[in-house]
C-alpha cells in the first residue's frame, strides 16, 4: 500500500513565478492537510481538504497561495508569484476520515526554493 | 486555543541510555497527543497517539509516551537509546472540540533534534 505521494521532491522557481506542489493521498483516504515547514522552525497548519471541498483554510495567507482537491486526481498547492519567503518545505499529509482521533500520514514534502 | 510546547531544542543521550523528549499541552478538555519523527530531508513518520484509555501508550521502535493529565505533559521514552534514533522529533496535539478554529488541524511543536553518540 504506497503512501502519500508528493512531487515534485524538489523544487525551485524565481521570484515572480508560480509553484504547483502534488499530493496524492494514501489509498482510501479522503481527507489531505497541507503544512508548511520553514527553516528551523515546527509545521505550520495550512488548510486542509476533502474532495471538492475546502474544510478549513485558517493558515493559508490571504494572497497569492490556494489549494484544490479535485474528485479525481491529486490535491494542488498552487503559489502564485512566488516570493524567497516562500522557501520552506511543503508536507501533505492524508487521514481516511474526519474523526479527530484519526492519524495523519505525511508524505515526504517539496522542498521549494525561490530564487 | 490549543498549544504544545518542547522545552528541549535539542536532547543528547549515549547509545544503550535511556531518552526522554518533553512535551506539555495546553488544550480545553481532553487533548488528542501526537508524536512524529523526522529524518533529514524526509517526511513525518507516525510514532504513537494518545486518544483516551491507558496513559502509557506504546508506539513504532521501541517507543512509548506516558500522558499526564494534571501536569499536562506527554513525555516520550526509550528505555535504550541507538544510534539510528538520532532524529528531530516533534510532539502535536489535535483538539477534540469542534470549532472552525481547530477543526482538523494538528499543532505542532518546534522540535526537538535527539543526538545518540555510539
Known amino acids: 500500500n504506497a503512501g502519500v505521494m508528493q512531487n515534485p521532491r524538489h523544487l525551485v522557481r524565481r521570484r515572480g513565478q508560480e509553484a504547483r506542489l502534488r499530493c496524492s493521498p494514501m489509498?482510501?483516504?479522503?481527507?489531505v492537510y497541507w503544512y508548511r515547514q520553514l527553516p528551523e522552525e515546527g509545521l505550520k497548519f495550512m488548510v486542509y481538504?476533502?474532495?471538492?471541498?475546502?474544510?478549513?483554510e485558517s493558515g493559508m495567507p490571504k494572497e497569492r497561495f490556494s489549494a484544490e482537491f479535485p474528485k479525481e486526481g491529486p490535491s494542488i498547492l498552487r503559489i502564485q508569484q512566488v516570493v524567497r519567503g516562500d522557501s520552506a518545505a511543503y508536507f501533505c499529509?492524508?487521514?481516511?476520515?474526519?474523526?479527530?482521533?484519526?492519524?495523519?500520514?505525511f508524505g515526504p514534502g517539496t522542498r521549494l526554493l525561490v530564487l | 486555543a490549543q498549544s504544545v510546547a518542547q522545552p528541549e531544542d535539542q536532547v543528547n543521550v549515549a547509545e544503550g541510555n535511556p531518552l526522554t523528549v518533553k512535551c506539555t499541552y495546553s488544550v480545553s478538555g481532553n487533548p488528542y497527543l501526537f508524536w512524529y519523527v523526522q529524518y533529514p530531508n524526509r517526511g513525518l513518520q507516525f510514532l504513537l497517539k494518545y486518544i483516551t484509555g491507558d496513559n502509557l501508550v506504546k508506539g513504532s521502535y521501541g517507543f512509548e509516551a506516558e500522558f499526564n493529565k494534571s501536569q499536562t505533559s506527554f513525555h516520550l521514552k526509550k528505555p535504550s537509546a541507538l544510534v539510528s534514533d538520532s532524529a528531530l522529533y516533534f510532539c502535536?496535539?489535535?483538539?477534540?472540540?469542534?470549532?472552525?478554529?481547530?477543526?482538523?488541524?494538528?499543532?505542532f511543536g518546534a522540535g526537538t533534534q535527539v543526538v545518540v553518540t555510539p
Open positions: 489509498k482510501g483516504h479522503s481527507h
Open positions: 481538504l476533502q474532495k471538492e471541498n475546502i474544510i478549513d
Open positions: 499529509a492524508s487521514s481516511p476520515y474526519s474523526l479527530y482521533q484519526e492519524t495523519q500520514y
Open positions: 502535536a496535539v489535535r483538539d477534540p472540540k469542534i470549532s472552525t478554529d481547530s477543526w482538523g488541524k494538528l499543532q
